[in-house]
């Protein structure tokens, strides 16, 4: 390449990249703006008996769905107990930002296609997530820093087994 060429391509690639930045920092903004209105939607919902929630909701509030009702509950939920994991398929979904039914679709394929074991790593995730929150591994004592590493070592091989086989 030329000197000039590689300048302005430079130039262009810092132009496109500082774009890049500020739309993702203005979706990310807006996705957790709309995230805490669908929790405190939820929240408000929640107060409504619950026999009296769809008859309410369809005379107060005639354009909110009854699926959408379901996805606010959910999420606000999920919010509650897993504030980390509270955006899924179904929050994007009641956005608008993916097609409801292919999201559930997908799920159902990743489901089946998944051993069951699958699903404690979620659990596993959160539960060394909380645990480093309370005390940063930095302050661990050898025995503590071994017996995990002894017990996740199986788990980083098969991620390592992973990841080398995605790349071949």
Known sequence: MNTELTT???ERIKELHE???SSVKGATDAVNQAMMASVEIGGHIQQI???QRIAWLRDNCPNIEQKQIAAYL???ATYRNRPENAIDHRFFALLGMT???EARQDHKHLK????QWIAW???LT??????????????WDETQKASVAEQLKPIVELYNNIVNDRQS
């Not at 959160?126 to 302050?139: A, I, N």
């Open 126 to 139: 959160g539960y060394f997530s909380e645990m480093t929150k309370q005390t940063p591994p930095d302050q």
């Open 112 to 115: 089946n296609a998944m051993p």
């Open 8 to 10: 302005a391509t430079a």
């Open 19 to 21: 774009v890049v930045l």
């Open 49 to 51: 008996p619950r026999g």
């Open 99 to 101: 097609d409801g039914n």
């Open 121 to 123: 790593t979620g659990k």
């Open 74 to 76: 959910s999420i606000a």
